[in-house]
């Protein structure tokens, strides 16, 4: 799923018209792990946190975009890039999933929601998002549910 759109989400909502906010943060914590980022426009820099470091297989802190999409299925890296240059050209919010592959085989699935905004002036701005993580990978062939 890559998408993005020129409409801000001034209040998020659930499916039954609930603020997002009513959630419940153990509830989510049951099911995924979630990380902020943010990237600055005017440098191209991203800065991400260690648990979104540790599943890209990169150092926490700042690093490029390219670092992040190395990590992603190859067949959705250039869609991801794709979706970052048109965040980056125009104020709006985005969302995307893909896998990341692991060095043991297994496949990391990450959700992501953003939204880029102060793109009044050229090369200024920034994207603030957040990562998702499932509790859990799947692998390359067959079903393995009895691996961790």
Excluded at 18 to 40: I, K, V, Y
Aim: glycine letters at 10%.
């Amino acid at each position: 799923m890559f998408k993005i759109v020129q409409a801000r989400l001034s209040q998020p909502l659930l499916a039954d018209g609930r603020p997002a906010d009513s959630l419940s943060a153990d509830m989510l914590s049951t099911f995924c792990t979630s990380e902020a980022w943010q990237g600055d426009l005017s440098t191209g820099l991203m800065r991400i946190g260690e648990t979104s470091a540790q599943v890209h297989g990169i150092s926490p802190g700042h690093c490029g975009l390219l670092s992040l999409v190395r990590a992603y299925d190859a067949e959705d890296r250039l869609r991801v890039l794709e979706l970052f240059e048109q965040a980056a050209a125009c104020s709006s919010s985005f969302c995307f999933s893909t896998s990341v592959v692991q060095p043991h085989g297994g496949r990391q699935p990450l959700f992501c929601v953003g939204q880029s905004t102060g793109l009044e002036r050229r090369y200024c701005g920034q994207i603030d998002g957040v990562f998702f993580f499932p509790n859990f990978q799947t692998w390359p062939v067959g079903p393995a549910l009895h691996r961790q």
